[in-house]
């Protein structure tokens, strides 16, 4: 059964957005009615094709943590012997974010036409990587796709937290680096320009290294903000 997206308004006049199935639009408008919505847009779901003739998303790829929990609540209910169909349908109805009840919504409607659960992952190459669609695809043959399913939920759900993990081990040293340059910056502008003042009064020819230092210092007094740009681009970039 094929999904729409829809745009409605509710009874107190509240526009309302999500996706609903039906066989075709005028039935997804009569059932929306039944909800008491007014249906305003009704458009069906596809994948679009993207250059080269690979197929791409409609929206984003899924984050580590969303496709964690996708993963997690599939496999629970397959597990259970909920049928795949219902299955993919409660995990599209029980999150609240539009793009992966979309994704979600659109990849049950694949497999309701008779399609693999795989063939309906590959609509959205961005949202399920290869090894994951392979892994899926693997399980169907060997019938074992809850197994599958399950031992791809620990597999993402650790993945996710590596990421944490290693996101939380750069951004300790990040801090350190930035407070670092901010101290060096603010000796370098305020504190060695005060020192500068007393070898200017003694009137002697000053070592390299020192010479040096009261150039950058004057550098930084003089071209610090576009100093601060280059650097905050430089770490984005890089």
Do not use: C
């Not at 526009?15 to 305003?40: C, F, H, N, W, Y």
């Amino acid at each position: 059964m094929p999904a729409f997206e829809y745009i409605a308004l509710n009874r107190s006049g509240r526009e309302r957005s999500g996706v609903i199935e039906g066989d075709t639009p005028r039935q997804a408008r009569q059932i929306l009615r039944k909800m008491g919505l007014t249906p305003l847009e009704v458009s069906l779901v596809v994948a679009e094709k993207a250059q080269g003739g690979i197929k791409r998303s409609l929206s984003r790829g899924l984050k580590a943590a969303e496709l964690a929990l996708f993963t997690r609540q599939l496999a629970t209910l397959v597990r259970s012997g909920t049928p795949l169909e219902d299955a993919l349908s409660t995990t599209a109805k029980q999150t609240d974010k539009p793009r992966i009840r979309r994704i979600v919504s659109t990849v049950r409607a694949k497999v309701n036409e008779g399609h693999t659960l795989e063939a309906g992952l590959s609509e959205f190459p961005a949202a399920f990587p290869d090894l994951y669609r392979a892994t899926v695809a693997a399980g169907e043959k060997s019938g074992h796709l809850d197994a599958v399913l399950e031992r791809l939920a620990d597999y993402t759900e650790q993945r996710h937290e590596m990421q944490q993990r290693l996101g939380m081990a750069l951004f300790y040293p990040l801090i350190l680096t930035i407070v670092a340059l901010l101290v060096a910056g603010g000796l370098l502008t305020y504190v060695v320009p005060q020192v500068t003042q007393v070898f200017e009064h003694l009137g002697q020819q000053l070592p390299w290294l020192t010479r040096t230092l009261i150039a950058v210092s004057d550098a930084l007094k003089s071209y610090g903000l576009i100093g601060l740009i280059i650097i905050a681009v430089m770490g984005y970039l890089f």
